[in-house]
């Protein structure tokens, strides 16, 4: 005994179990920042133990690493910081849009960068600041001050290797056992029950949809046999309008509060005579895109990896069979209509692979006469656009237009302009409440405009209006009276001069397009038949997963002929933007031309200009530069910078 307990005591001294340490006290951090309630985050800890120590080890095995420094407190203090920063983030996150951290995150990080003064103030951006350039004066004074020891290769290889192999072992033992799962749709509730480092690893690490074991051309093939489109079906071809409606929710289905009056009576009206339902979404608070993929593409988002965007992912690459391409085999013109960035979610670039021909985002809307106290565009502006794009062809179109009014943060100090709806029940977030009710009744009486435009053609249209997911709100499932917080609704409206037979029935996001098509006699692609066929059947989510693989991974035998490609073709803007002439006047240049907007920017060859925009006509830049190049032209450019349409070069005359 005299000899083994110094054994143990140099052990639990020894470097790899200070790492272990370390990163319980870490996971300890994660666990309480967290948790909607702080307390049961730390509690967590204790009470969910194996738990807790696969979560330790994980993050240990991204602190052995240290081992083999010199400086190894200099590089523990560094993965520290790292630590502590997906922490705090994690933590804002979940107070600002209701969802953790994920690594897709990352992937959005510049789009993130462009809403960051909508979420936070001056003064916590500036704390932020100061937070970081603390931070790294810590790490710099640690990196100067810290003792340098002895690298030990062999013992900090057993070590790691070790403690991976374990980490490992225990990753495959849970999920065979039940112990952890590998997909869930509920993000918060999952990171709080497997730990914050396990569901932030998973997110890097598990991405895309997993190959089925009996996938093959055979295996889709018998599927599409199955699925086989009835050709004897005449299909009505109205106008169908998708109208997406951001963060929007009936406050009447949040418990306990109550309201001075209702704040969305269109909305109201239509779910009393229209059909419609419960439209089961995949995220709260954000995550926009997620539900416009499952929307468009009628694919089920958990077969993909925990939080995962394939917005920013596989369609990057990969061209998905869509509403659009199935509407385009009707002769349809699908529009794509955003009252924010073009480039926001990557949507320029993906629009085009689901089929879009023509994207108005807003950089090409004009000018903008109002937005929210917060600097989000009121969707008002939304009717006009619409009635532009139906206007624009002769054909049948598809236009899915995408509301970015409803979008938190919802301020605690300011107050809706004129808000007239008061709430009570809401305790502290009462002033949040009245902003946010205050604000879906303007966005319902951009929907009474958008009923009353649809009411004035005399082209048969369908209107299907919906909410893309719950707002920031703090809400958890025993909040709301019925379906839970990732149930938003739907209505269908259709004008006078079309007689629609659609059923009302609660729907996943990604049922909603099949359920609208086929009830208009259209068959749709193969996603599209799975969907209104074998809705709820037995072996559904497999043939779901093998027909979403293909099309994405796959062989694509799924669309049954020549699969769409990329190439072909989305015009950005629905009015072309031209330069007609370019003069010197004084010390600047002068360019006339066609439809230019306040993000209409001049180039001089590849150099940006300061650019002053006049008016649609007119946009003025300093001639210093004009020496560069014998010519310019004029781009449309985002909030993050992205060119996303160029005119043609047009000569700059000579001095």
């Known amino acids: 005994m005299s000899k083994l307990l110094p054994r143990i005591k140099k052990i639990l001294l020894s470097p790899c179990a ?23 985050g730390a509690l967590s800890v204790f009470t969910s133990p194996l738990i807790s120590v696969f979560n330790i080890l994980i993050i240990a095995v991204t602190y052995l690493p240290a081992l083999f420094f010199r400086r190894r407190i200099f590089a523990s203090t560094v993965i520290s910081a790292l630590w502590l920063t997906l922490g705090i983030t994690n933590c804002v996150l979940l107070h600002l849009r209701g969802t953790p951290l994920t690594a897709v995150d990352f992937t959005i990080f510049t789009d993130g960068i462009t809403l960051m003064d909508s979420y936070l103030s001056p003064l916590m951006i500036v704390l932020i600041i100061l937070v970081f350039v603390f931070a790294g004066g810590v790490i710099a004074a640690v990196f100067i001050k810290c003792p340098k020891f002895k690298v030990r290769p062999v013992y900090s290889l057993i070590c790691f290797f070790s403690v991976f192999a374990i980490t490992a072992a225990l990753f495959f033992t849970f999920l065979n056992v039940g112990q952890t799962e590998r997909k869930f749709s509920d993000l918060r509730r999952g990171y709080e029950k497997y730990g914050f480092a396990y569901c932030f690893a998973l997110s890097a690490f598990d991405t895309g949809i997993d190959q089925p074991t009996d996938y093959s051309e055979k295996s889709v093939n018998e599927l599409l046999q199955i699925l086989s489109p009835d050709d004897s079906s005449t299909p009505n071809t109205p106008n169908i309008i998708f109208y997406q ?75 998905p069979s869509s509403v659009c391409y199935d509407l385009s085999e009707h002769g349809y013109t699908s529009f794509a209509i955003h009252n924010h960035s073009g480039s926001f979610y990557g949507r320029n670039t993906v629009f085009e692979k689901m089929g879009f021909d023509c994207f108005q985002s807003i950089e ?57 709806i008061k709430v ?28 009353r435009y649809v009411d004035s053609l005399n082209e048969p249209t369908v209107l299907v209006a919906y909410g893309d997911h719950l707002p920031a709100l703090e809400l958890t499932d025993e909040m709301i009276t019925s379906g839970g917080i990732f149930a938003s609704e739907y209505v269908i409206y259709t004008n006078a001069a079309f007689d629609g037979s659609f059923e009302s029935k609660d729907l996943e996001a990604y049922g909603l397009y099949p359920h609208v098509v086929s009830s208009l006699g259209i068959e749709g692609s193969a996603i599209c038949r799975l969907n209104t066929r074998l809705e709820g059947a037995e072996g559904f989510s497999s043939a779901m997963q093998t027909l979403a693989y293909d099309i994405l991974y796959g062989e694509r035998e799924a669309f049954e002929g020549v699969p769409p490609t990329k190439e072909k073709g989305m015009r950005m803007g629905l009015d072309k933007i031209k330069i007609t002439d370019v003069f010197l006047e004084g010390g600047s240049i002068q360019i006339i031309g066609e439809n230019f907007t306040e993000y209409s920017t001049v180039y001089i060859g590849p150099w940006k200009q300061d650019t002053v925009y006049i008016d649609s006509t007119h946009l003025v830049c300093d001639s210093t530069w004009s020496f560069l190049s014998d010519s310019l032209y004029v781009s449309q450019v985002s909030s993050d910078g992205e060119k996303l349409s160029v005119t043609e070069d047009f000569p700059i005359p000579a001095k």
Not at 19 to 39: E, Q
Not at 424 to 451: C, F, K, Q, R
Request: hydrophobic share 35%; with cysteine.
């Open 245 to 319: 409606m951001e963060s929007f929710l009936d406050p009447s289905r949040i418990k306990g509060i109550e309201l001075s009056r209702d704040p969305i009576p269109v909305f109201s009206s239509l779910k009393e005579k229209c059909p419609g339902g419960k439209l089961y979404v995949s995220t709260i608070g954000g995550g926009t895109a997620n539900t416009e993929f499952e929307v468009l593409t009628g694919i089920d988002l958990t077969l993909f990896g925990l939080g995962e965007y394939p917005y920013t992912t596989v369609l990057k690459n990969a061209v």
């Open 18 to 40: 200070a790492m272990l340490y370390v990163s319980a006290c870490i996971h300890f951090i994660c666990s309480t920042l967290g948790h909607t309630n702080p307390f049961l």
């Open 424 to 451: 009570s029940g809401a305790g502290e977030l009462t002033p949040e409440y009245e902003y946010y009710v205050n604000m879906i009744s303007d966005m319902d009486a951009a929907l009474g405009e958008l009923v």
């Open 364 to 420: 090409y809307m004009g000018e903008l006469t109002e937005t929210t106290p917060v600097g989000w565009a009121k969707d008002l502006i939304l009717t006009q656009e619409i009635r532009d794009c139906i206007t624009s062809t002769e054909s049948r179109d598809f236009v899915f237009a995408i509301s970015v009014e409803g979008h938190g943060k919802y301020p605690h100090d300011i107050p809706w302009p004129n808000g007239s």
